[in-house]
C-alpha cells in the first residue's frame, strides 16, 4: 500500500527514520530549532568534554551503575527462569528518566538556552528535569495533565519542591498526550529562547535517537554484568513501554544478539476496547502524532483515541517510532498487560524481594511471572526495573485498599 | 481555479468546519465571501491540535463533539463551490486524518470538490515527497506555512514548493488574537519575496481592521482566523452568518481610507 510516508525504499531512508516510521512532522516554527538540537546534539556527541562530564554526573549524582540483581526468591517460587532485575529504580530520583534528563539539560546549558520546558506523565520525567534544572541553574516549566496531577501528586510536590513550574493541562484526556501538546504550544511560541526536554524516545526527529542513546547506557551496562555473571547472554529482556525510553534503551545494545527475545508490554488497561487500553500494537494504525510517524491509537477519522492505564507513564495513544520498526520485522515482541495484572505483580515483587516497582515497570514485572514457569533454569530473564514505586502509593493504597 | 486576490489586501478567511454545525459554517462562508472574503480555509477539526490557541481549540472540540468528519468538509467544500464558484478554496488539516482517509482519495475528492489547495500544520517540504505528488496530479496547491525562524534556505524550498500562496506567519507561536503585529512580519515578508512571486498572506494574530491595514502594506492578503472563531462562539447561530459579514466589511474600511 502506499504511503506518503513511506520512502519507496529503505536506502532512501533519511536520519531520523526508523525503517518507514519517524519523521519530523511539526509547524515549520519548529523546524529551525530541531535543525540546531540535530546539529549541537551531533557536536556533543563528538565531543570528549561532554561525554566525560555526563558520565562523572550519571555516576556520582544519578547513582551508576544500578546493580543487576538476582531476583532469587522469585526464581525459586516461579520454578523456571531466572530472573534477574536491572535496578534503574534505585537511580536518582526514582527512575531512568534522569539518564535522559542529564544527557539533555547539558545539552540545554551548552546550547545557551537558559528556560526548561518538558511534559510529565507519571511525574517521574518532571521530576528529572526539576532535579537536573536545579543542578544546572536553569527554569524549569513542567506541563502536566490535571488527572495525571491528581493520580501523581506526591510528584508535582517534589517538582514544586525542585523549584519547577508545574502548569496543569485541562485540554483533552488530560494526561500524557495533551501536556506534550501543550509543552510544543509552548515550545513554539518561546522557541529562540527555550530548551524543549522530551522525555520519551518520541516526537520529531532528533529526539527518538537522541533519548535512545541517552538511555543506551541501561543496555551497556546490562550486557556487560550479565556476561560478568553467567558468562552468557539472556534469553529474554522484558519492558514496559509507554513512549518506550527504557525499552529502547535497554533493547538497543542487543538488537544484533538475534537470540536474545526483546520484549516489550504495554498497558492493556482495563479492556480491548479502542479507549480502554494504551496498547498501540493491538488496536492502532500507522499515523502521525506530535510529530513523529508511528503505530497511533485512532478512530476510523484519524482522531486520536482516548486511553486508559493504571499507570500514567504507559497511558499514551502513540509510541516511539524505533519500536514501531522492531514490531513490523519482528526483532521485538510487544504484549500486553492489564491493570489488575499489574497491580498483582506490584504486590508479588514487594512480598517475594522487598521491592516495591512502579506501576509502569509493574507491567514488565507481570510479564516475567507469566512466561517464567514456563522456561527452564537455564534461560536468563532480565526485567529492566524503570522506576519505583513510591510515586503511586496514593493509587496503590485505594486499589489494593491498603 | 486558481486563488485570486482580488482585493488590496486580500483577505483569507479561516472558519472551523463543523463549529458550531456544518449547515452554519456554509452560511458564513457565503457570508463571509460576499462581504468580500477572497479565499475560505476549511479547517478540519482535529483532537490534538497542538499548532492551535485555545480559541480554535474550543471550536475543533465542539465540531468533533457533533462528529465533523474530513469528509464532511470535503463535501461542505463542493457545496461551496457550486454556489460561490469565484471564491479560493482550501482544506486546513493536520496530517493525521488525511493519512487515514487515504491521501491519494483525499486528494482526488478534494479536487473533485473544487478544492483549489491544501495547507496541513504539521507538513513541512522537507517530508512533502508524496504529498507533493498526489497535491499535484490532482490539480491541488499546495501552500506550506513560513515562519519567522525559517532561514534563508528554507524560504527557499518553502517558496520553491508553494502554490497559490505563501502563508507568512507573523510571529512564532500558536493560533490565536494579539493586541498588536510584531515585527518579525515584516522582515519575514521581505525575505519570502526574495525567492518567489507568488501572493504572500500574513497570518497567526491578525484581528482588526489596524492589523489588516498594516498587512496591506507589506503583504498580498491578510489571514484572519481566530478573531472570527470567537465572534462564532459568541453569537446565536443564526446570527453568526451576519456578525462575520460585519466583521469582514468592518477589516476593510481603513484598507479603502489607505488607498484615496
Known sequence: MASILHPASPSQSRPGRFGVYGGRYVPETLVYALDELEREYEAAKADAAFHAELNALLHDYAGRPTPLYLSKRLTEQLGGAKIYLKREDLLHTGAHKINNALGQGLLARRMGKKRVIAETGAGQHGVATATVCALLGLDCVIYMGDVDMERQALNVQRMRLLGAEVRGVSSGSKTLKDAISEAMRDWVTNVRTTYYLLGSALGAHPYPTMVRDFQRVIGRELKEQILAKEGRLPAAIIACVGGGSNSIGAFYEFIPDRAVRLIGVEAGGRGTALGEHAARFQGGAPGVLQGTYSYVLQDEDGQIALTHSVSAGLDYASIGPEHAMLHDSGRAEYVSCDDATALDAVVKLARTEGILPALESAHAVAEALRIAPALIPHDILVVNLSGRGDKDMGILARELKL | ?260
Open chain 2, 1 to 260: 481555479m486558481p486563488i485570486r486576490f482580488a482585493h488590496q489586501p486580500g483577505l483569507v478567511v479561516y472558519l472551523t468546519a463543523g463549529d458550531p454545525s456544518l449547515d452554519a459554517t456554509r452560511e458564513i462562508a457565503f457570508a463571509a465571501i460576499d462581504a468580500g472574503a477572497d479565499v475560505i480555509e476549511l479547517g478540519v477539526p482535529f483532537s490534538d491540535p497542538l499548532a492551535d490557541g485555545p480559541i480554535i481549540q474550543r471550536a475543533s472540540e465542539r465540531a468533533l463533539a457533533h462528529g465533523t468528519r474530513l469528509r464532511d468538509v470535503v463535501g461542505l467544500a463542493g457545496e461551496i463551490r457550486t454556489v460561490r464558484p469565484g471564491a479560493g478554496l482550501v482544506i486546513f488539516s493536520y496530517l493525521n486524518p488525511i493519512l487515514r482517509y487515504g491521501l491519494g482519495r483525499f486528494a482526488d475528492d478534494a479536487a473533485a470538490a473544487g478544492v483549489d489547495g491544501v495547507l496541513a500544520t504539521d507538513m513541512i517540504v522537507e517530508e512533502a515527497g508524496e504529498y507533493l505528488a498526489e497535491l499535484e496530479r490532482a490539480g491541488l496547491a499546495p501552500i506550506f506555512l513560513a515562519a519567522p525562524t525559517s532561514p534563508d534556505e528554507r524560504l527557499k524550498s518553502i517558496a520553491a514548493h508553494s502554490k497559490g500562496f505563501v502563508y507568512a506567519i507573523s510571529r512564532t507561536g500558536i493560533t490565536g488574537t494579539r493586541a498588536s503585529l510584531t515585527t518579525d512580519a515584516a522582515a519575514l515578508v521581505k525575505r519570502i519575496r526574495r525567492w518567489t512571486k507568488l501572493p504572500v498572506a500574513v497570518g497567526f494574530g491578525i484581528s482588526n481592521a489596524e492589523h489588516v491595514a498594516q498587512v496591506g502594506e507589506l503583504a498580498d492578503a491578510a489571514v484572519v482566523g481566530s478573531a472570527i472563531v470567537e465572534l462564532i462562539e459568541r453569537s446565536q447561530p443564526d446570527e453568526a452568518p451576519g456578525a462575520v459579514a460585519r466583521f469582514i466589511k468592518g477589516l476593510r474600511l481603513p484598507a479603502a481610507a489607505l488607498a484615496r
